[in-house]
């Protein structure tokens, strides 16, 4: 597995090997003892996650203030633009955040852990989006910052607004949103 630090080094992209032929492909997506090397530390994930979406659909940028997750996620079907924003107050990377293109293509997956907000954009036809947590989904504390937010201006590679939940809806900035500290 080839590990990537990202512009914040604690966000990994991570490429696993490949073995293909006319047959198709094998590989190996998760290996807990390569996971905790690359991470530096070790991880039990409790939780695994799956949605499929459409063309333009928006999650994000979702966090749990208690029961933070980290999450190593991937793509299986289609393309998504992965986002992760810091939002630890302490970091000094506060307030920046990283972008990668995941694909069912590039087999690449992001590490991102705790104490960063999470959103990515469906780019193809649909999608199908895996991830793994260390913490259970806890609703009572999920919060949302906007997808927009003026401060992290983020670049989404989208034109015009795209769909959103309701609670996606309700997000709020960065400078509003309760933070890690």
């Not at 107050?89 to 694909?103: E, I, K, N, P, Y």
């Not at 795209?162 to 890690?180: C, I, M, T």
Request: net charge negative; charged share 25%; glycine share 6%.
């Amino acid at each position: 597995m080839r590990v990537t630090p990202m512009a914040i080094s604690d966000v990994l992209l991570l490429e696993p090997r490949v073995f293909g032929d006319e047959r198709g492909f094998f590989l190996e997506s998760y290996n807990q003892e390569a996971f905790a090397q690359a991470a530096g530390r070790n991880v039990t994930f409790v939780q695994d996650n799956h949605s499929k979406s459409s063309r333009g659909v928006l999650r994000g940028l979702h966090y749990q203030i208690e029961q933070p997750q980290a999450k190593l996620v991937r793509v299986t079907e289609g393309e998504v633009f992965d986002v992760a924003v810091d939002i630890r107050r302490s970091s000094s990377t506060f307030g920046q955040w990283v972008g990668a293109h995941l694909s069912a293509k590039n087999f690449q997956q992001l590490w991102i852990p705790e104490g960063f907000a999470h959103g990515f954009l469906v780019l193809s036809e649909s999608a199908e989006f895996l991830y793994k947590t260390n913490n259970y989904y806890a609703p009572e504390h999920e919060r949302c910052i906007c997808w927009d937010d003026a401060e992290l201006a983020i670049d989404w590679p989208y034109e015009g607004i795209p769909n959103l939940s309701d609670k996606d809806l309700q997000g709020v900035s960065l400078k509003a949103a309760e933070l890690f500290p």
